[in-house]
T-cell receptor
């Protein structure tokens, strides 16, 4: 089993729709979590951190479920510009920080 | 608008040649990461520095890859000798290192080894 898993998609949804995807992780000692977005042939960009209490940034909501070991990203009122690959990142700490990126979920918003 | 810079942006070389990639982290950031991204493997962490000291380079093939931080404003990743399977996009990222490991990525170096 991979340490961090994501549904590769693609998720193809109409503009204005709400879309959600999850990322599961295997290490219960994982301590910090992030969502990044990556546009085609560009670098990943930090979208938001994921906090235990859940957090919201405009149309984006991130949640953490430690019991089931997954994080989620919800996008409301999706825009064409939301089309990208969304990468989850999980960190845990042993002798050094372990940082694992998921393979990404492709999202395509259609007009 | 502070950014991570990487040079070169593109590199085409022949098998066996040395490749050096450079990264300038965001001023004030004390953590630097090197990643490799391919279609097959996704984004893989190669090495990770904090305050210029290597913390984890377990993801890096030791026989041909080396990563250093000669000073706080420069990180280098070298491949010697390069092989076709090293063809990938190499990203550098830096972070403020305040425990949560937020990272800001550079534009990447696209490497093609023929």
């Amino acid at each position: 089993r991979k340490e961090v898993e994501q549904d590769p998609g693609p998720f193809n949804v109409p503009e204005g729709a709400t879309v959600a995807f999850n990322c599961t992780y295997s290490n219960s000692a994982s301590q910090s979590f992030f969502w990044y977005r990556q546009d085609c042939r560009k670098e990943p960009k930090l979208l938001m951190s994921v906090y235990s209490s859940g957090n919201e940034d405009g149309r984006f909501t991130a949640q953490l479920n430690r019991a089931s070991q997954y994080i989620s990203l919800l996008i409301r009122d999706s825009k064409l510009s939301d089309s990208a690959t969304y990468l989850c990142v999980v960190n845990w700490y042993s002798s050094a920080s372990k940082i694992i990126f998921g393979s990404g979920t492709r999202l395509s918003i259609r007009p | 608008d502070a950014r991570v810079t990487q040079t070169p942006r593109h590199k085409v070389t022949e098998m066996g040649q040395e490749v050096t990639m450079r990264c300038q982290p965001i001023l004030g950031h004390n953590t630097v990461f090197w990643y490799r991204q391919t279609m097959m493997q996704g984004l893989e962490l190669l090495a990770y520095f904090r305050n210029r000291a290597p913390l984890d380079d377990s993801g890096m093939p030791k026989d041909r890859f080396s990563a250093e931080m000669p000073d706080a404003t420069l990180a280098t990743l070298k491949i010697q000798p390069s092989e076709p399977r090293d063809s990938a996009v190499y990203f550098c990222a830096s972070g403020p290192g305040q425990g949560r490991e937020t990272q800001y990525f550079g534009p990447g170096t696209r490497l093609l080894v023929l």
